[in-house]
């Protein structure tokens, strides 16, 4: 019995006619339409188009510009994996092997939980203000705080309590620090007072307001000027500025009284002089000539208050 010769592989019309490959078992899907390289020749069984499996490996086997990309690639890996078993070095001079590290992932990454993490916000830490009451005022400028400490404003002065616009200065200074004061403490004077910038709850300055409503005076600015410069030229403009506060004058102080002296009635020319009523001038007089007594005012001349109790003749 003879074998059926079995037809090579190639390009052959099907039973519809239309040229497709037969790959020596089997056709193909590959068609001379949707074959993607053209062909050289005719579309018959002796056709020159390639096989598909033929070409493709020809062109790839030409691209040496791919086949270089990858030689380099496994250059760059090889050279990876070599520095990762290799040993580095601390500053400290040990050794440190290099350990596996996710590039997608931070350095501090965890495991992700259930609930998120939250983290603890920190707030910065304020200073801490000591807000101090008026406990004893001496006047405008100076007074005993909730500390025990006497305190003193510092480069302006105002006018003492029996000086006019004394008490409207003092009565300014109680109500500005009515609901407390910081001071600012810089110096100190020769009576132990602290020396400061004194400043309400608000921040208003009680140095500055009291210079800009006219019930301060620059007597010592110039003169301690250099222990606070920056208070000292804000005093500049404030004084500047300044109102003429309607100050009171202040009350007159109290004369005593002197006792009036008693008045005397000059003695008539024809009467005894330090006798009441008048008795008359003669050498000599006695009580029976004057019949009635007498006060005796002076010297008694006449002798008629026997008994020294100021009446005579009586």
Same mark, same amino acid.
């Given at each position: ?120 916000? /920190? ?11 008026? /406990? ?179």
């Amino acid at each position: 019995m003879t074998e059926r010769p079995q037809t090579p592989p190639g390009w052959y019309p099907d039973a519809r006619g239309e040229l497709r490959y037969w790959d020596g078992a089997t056709w193909t899907d590959y068609t001379a339409r949707n074959y993607p390289y053209p062909s050289t020749g005719g579309h018959a069984s002796g056709s020159r188009i390639s096989a598909p499996g033929a070409r493709s490996r020809k062109r790839w086997s030409r691209r040496w510009e791919f086949w270089l990309v990858a030689a380099c690639a496994v250059a760059l890996g090889l050279n990876a994996i070599d520095m990762a078993a290799s040993p580095t070095t601390n500053d400290d001079g040990t050794a440190q092997t290099a350990a596996a590290v996710d590039p997608t992932q931070p350095a501090d990454h965890t495991e992700p939980t259930d609930e998120p993490t939250q983290t603890p916000e /920190t707030k910065p830490t304020a200073a801490k203000v000591t807000v101090l009451f008026m /406990t004893d005022q001496k006047d405008g400028d100076s007074w005993v705080a909730s500390d025990g400490k006497e305190y003193r404003l510092g480069l302006v002065n105002t006018p003492e309590m029996n000086e006019q616009c004394g008490p409207e200065a003092a009565t300014f200074t109680r109500k500005f620090l009515s609901k407390g004061f910081t001071a600012d403490a810089y110096s100190s004077d020769t009576h132990g007072r602290v020396v400061a910038e004194v400043r309400d709850k608000r921040g208003r300055s009680l140095n500055v307001s009291l210079a800009k409503n006219g019930l301060g005076d620059a007597r010592y600015l110039e003169e301690f000027r250099h222990e606070n410069a920056d208070l000292g030229r804000r005093l500049d403009r404030a004084f500047a500025s300044a109102s003429r506060p309607a100050c009171r004058k202040p009350a007159a102080k109290p004369v005593p009284l002197a006792p009036k002296p008693r008045k005397t009635k000059a003695p008539s020319s024809n009467c005894m002089s330090g006798y009441s009523p008048c008795l008359p001038i003669v050498g000599d007089l006695d009580c029976g000539e004057i019949g009635h007594p007498v006060t005796v005012t002076g010297s008694d001349p006449y002798r008629l208050d026997a008994d020294g109790d100021g009446i005579g003749c009586d």
